[in-house]
């Protein structure tokens, strides 16, 4: 079991490009997470899922959009890239049977410049 | 919504000594409240978790207490080692899935 994994570990953007965060678990977890980290700042919700081809806004969604379209993948995107948007990302999934422990990625570490 | 106050941002204690991270929340409906535990470069990890029936949890060296009527809980680490160098984030949740942190508490044992 890999668990989670996101893709990819680093990227450097210029303002206004655009990219897209991929996410993978194979835990057949039912829910997914992005948050975005920064210093003094705990970790944000940005999107959510409850659901193959389900979304939902988090705490901090301006400027991102999310899809899933298959149960083990989430991506994050962003379609046009901020200087605020430095920061690193993770992705989590949990099961919610028997449990709410998320299970968190190894994060993307993304610098916009 | 939720907001989750933690404190201190960094404790520094001394191999042996105990940690102590306190929590507040604002949202009377919480009911769910997990710590997790990060180490450097990696995700965080669920470390122990308590539910608004329970006063209080213990696994080992790791204990967390709630006080409902004053929306704040704990989490205590007895006899540190230096393995629990790490940042540490409490969470509050009213519907067990959506989490909301606090921000942190960077713990460096000293050895």
Redesign the interface.
Known sequence: NAG?TQTPKFRVLKTGQSMTLLCAQDMNHE?MYWYRQDP??????IH?S?GEGTTAK??VPDGYNVSRLKKQNFLLGLESAAPSQTSVY?C?S?Q?VLS???Y????TRLTVT | GENVEQHPSTLSVQEGDSAVIKCTYSDSASNYFPWYKQELGKGPQLIIDIRSNVGEKKDQRIAVTLNKTAKHFSLHITETQPEDSAVYFCAASSNDYKLSFGAGTTVTVRA
Do not use: I, K, N, S
Not at chain 1, 40 to 45: A, S, T
Not at chain 1, 104 to 107: A, N, Q
């Open positions: 989670v829910y003094g700042m705990g970790l944000r919700l959510y409850v988090g705490e993770f989590a949990t919610t709410y422990e998320q968190f990625g190894p994060g």
